[in-house]
């Protein structure tokens, strides 16, 4: 049975609507320098149209994997919403890649990105890094699906502060656009030498979603050490397989040259913004929505 999609409309629902209104402005700022302006105006309306559509025949997504769906389908969307982020990040600034190199250089006295493949240049380590760079798609699809079967009390909060936290970190690449060593150093030394099975795959994977883009902070880094924040807090017993894979996770991003050194630290310090700000963002809507039904 069709309802009245206004009142279905979850929290998650309202942040993404919220972010897709904010970036067709960035659309719009950016008008004359898009290629392709279709793509993300329609990308927008069919989003909102399927999110609408979703609230109205909310009866559908009561349980299984529709209801899975019903609450993580950004994770899907942020496939496109990432690399679009190179669309609009020089709307405001050029990319300060310059400046962050003096830092490093500055706080460290080498370039990180660097210093780390040259004192480890072994295949076997380029291929451990690259697994644990990979590992970053399987924690977040691993952390939902748990939540999702063990806890569907905590899936919509947690769910939400994830989803919240990709979209905070996208306004951020924007409006400071920063693309990283392995755009900014010059050829050869942007370049990580080929291993073997994972290090092929994220060449792929890179190929296929990377853009000069999102290098500060570091949104791989946040978002492992989000999972890992609640992996402790909530599922003890996956603590202890989550944290040596943020850890190494953190280390393959400077590593591998997609970001800076300062990018990684960056990430950690302000993780608990991040999870302050989604918790807060999420009793708001939810408030604003109890409001709304009397």
């Known amino acids: 049975m069709r309802s009245d999609p206004r009142k279905n409309l979850n929290a998650i629902d309202r942040i993404t609507l919220l972010y897709l209104l904010m970036t067709t402005i960035f659309i719009g700022l950016a008008w004359n320098d898009l290629e392709n302006k279709l793509l993300p105006l329609g990308f927008r309306i069919l989003s909102i149209l399927i999110i609408y559509a ?9 349980g299984g994997v529709m209801r899975f769906l019903r609450y993580a389908y950004p994770l899907i969307l942020i496939i496109y919403l990432y690399p679009e982020t190179d669309h ?20 460290f006295g080498v370039q990180p990105a660097q210093f780390l493949l040259d004192r480890f240049p072994q295949l076997w380590i380029t291929e451990l890094m690259s697994f644990s760079y990979f590992s970053y798609y399987l924690l977040i699809f691993g952390f939902t699906l748990i939540l999702f079967l063990n806890h569907p009390d905590l899936f919509y909060r947690l769910t939400f502060v ?12 924007i409006v400071l656009p920063v693309a990283g060593p392995q755009y900014f150093f010059p050829h050869p030394e942007n370049e990580v030498p080929k291993a073997y099975v994972f290090s092929s795959m ?3 994977v890179q190929e296929l979603g990377e853009r000069p883009t999102g290098a500060f902070p570091s949104s791989h880094v946040g978002i492992a050490f989000i999972i890992l924040w609640y992996a402790y807090k909530y599922f003890r ?7 040596p894979l943020a ?9 591998l040259k997609a970001h800076y050194l300062i990018d990684t630290l960056a990430a950690i310090v302000t993780i608990p913004l991040f999870i ?15 409001d709304a039904g009397g």
């Open 162 to 173: 994830l989803i919240s936290s990709f979209y905070i970190y996208y306004l951020v690449f």
């Open 54 to 62: 979703m609230a109205c025949f909310q009866n559908l997504f009561q």
């Open 276 to 290: 302050i700000s989604g918790n807060g963002l999420f009793n708001l809507l939810k408030k604003l929505d109890q």
């Open 247 to 255: 850890i190494l996770l953190a280390i393959s991003t400077v590593y």
């Open 237 to 243: 017993h996956w603590f202890y397989v989550v944290l």
């Open 202 to 204: 994220l060449k792929l």
């Open 88 to 107: 609009f990040n020089n709307i405001f600034f050029e990319n300060q890649d310059s400046f962050f190199y003096r830092v490093e250089e500055t706080l």
